[in-house]
């Protein structure tokens, strides 16, 4: 058994910021799941990074710029064709908590 | 008790690129809905997003002009929520290597003779979201979205929280849209929401000097008059609680500009877990100094260094100055009217007094003045060569600005050329001695102030083209000789 970086509260957590409904077998079939693979990656600590920059990128690229041009953009209907609903040139959702 | 108003300020201002910061779509304000969009900017899969140049490059220009320390390794992170006007389910926003940090703005207080600066804690650049628009029909239960938004540059301003009460906010605010402006990165138009501010606001006792641990964050201020008059409300509100010995909280607000309050969103929707990881699809950036320097190089003139110029130049007077270049439209409106006429004083007085009360009853900024510059220069020409008096001139500049035009033609039309032939003048001047014996015998045994009526009475019978100076004279040779 891995140790618990990840406790049942947290996978609920994750599930309500992903938007995903799960089940409690689901949550605790989770978090196990978590734990092994946080478990696994754990090793990676014993290496000495001390000395290297953090990456947050795998490409040794920088400064890839487009320059400020119009380019044709997709029609209304084109960007309507994958919404389950719209109205009025609109996405149409379920309503917003009006906010003001 | 006697409490002190602690505000923050975080501005968003969109800039003025003619795409948006990761795609090619057009920014252009009020086009049909979805019509701006594009795989990119409505977060298909597959798609990837390219750093607009423009964009970092007027954001780098900001950052310098409010002398900001540039991260040259600048990093693009996400912000993770949900929400409908967020297609990707996501921002690509800045949070650990901001592009800006550690600037500051000098912003006039008091009369505008002192000056306060404002630190700036960063600046950073993200993309913009769409629009909800929610149908006036409750039962309609939808809402709508526009896309045509998302993914404009955004730039944030974020302020140390030095601003202190409504008269500092309202300074900051105007310095900033200045500034912003002054250097081109946005038209900072509000209507169109180019421009728009977030407060933080708290209070301490006076004579304290930590921060106080609650603050309310207020959202939704749609103009800068909205943003005083919220401040003036949570200082109410805020003191209120704390002169009940309530403890205050951390909260987020909405203001709602038509009651005049402002709400606490419930704690649920408030409440963020944004989960920011540097942005994947993005390379990194590596700002080199020559671009910075370069950027620097190209910088125009500040507001700061054009108020040194004009009193300087045009030897002006440090409040007028700070008047005429409290704006970028308005120091060039100023300077074509001098170009006009080299009246620099003048100018100034006709700007700062008759120009500026109709501009602002009307709402609207000097490039839209219904009085041309270059006639109002001529004008000015006209009293200098004595053509008008000063108080013609004011019927002149009415007849203008109800978009007459040519002052020259107004004057011919209207038959209002000044009267300096000494025969004329001196035929009024007679009749109004004559039609007042007591003042003019008030004067003649030295009481002076009897001159000013019996000017007043020539000028009258003269319909206002008689020269006053002419006038004067005329009525002192005749009644002391």
Redesign the interface.
Known sequence: MSPEIVSEKHVR?IAL?S?LECSDPEIRKFAGDLNAILGYVEKLKEIDTDAIEPT??A?R???????????P????AQ??S?AP?A?????????????? | MKYETIIGFEVHVELSTNTKVFCGCSTVFGQPPNTQVCPVCLGLPGSLPVLNRKALDLSLRTAVALNCRINRQCQFERKNYYYPDLPKNYQISQLRQNLGVDGFLDIPIGDGSEQKRIRIHNIHLEEDAGKNVHPENAAADCSLVDLNRTGTPLLEIVSEPDIRGADEAMAYMQALKNLLEYIQVSDCNMHEGRLRFEVNISHRLAGETELPSFRSEIKNLGSMKSAVRCIEYEAKRQTRALDRGETLGRDTRLWDDETGRSQAMRSKESAHDYRYFPEPDLVELDIENDWIERVRAELPELPAAKKARFIERYGLPEYDAGVLTASRPLAEYYEQVVAAHDNPKAASNWIMTELLRELNEREIEARESPVAPEHLGKMIRMIDAKTISGKIAKDVFAEMLAGGGDPERIVQDKGWVQVTDSGQVETWVDEAIRANPGPASDYGQGKDRAMGFLVGQVMRLSQGKANPGLVNELIKKRLRP
């Open positions: 957590h910021l938007r947050t990128h490409l690229l920088t400064n890839v710029f487009r320059e400020d041009v119009v380019r953009s997709l029609t209304n960007a309507l994958n609903e109205e009025a040139g609109h996405f149409k959702v379920p309503p917003i908590i009006q906010e003001s």
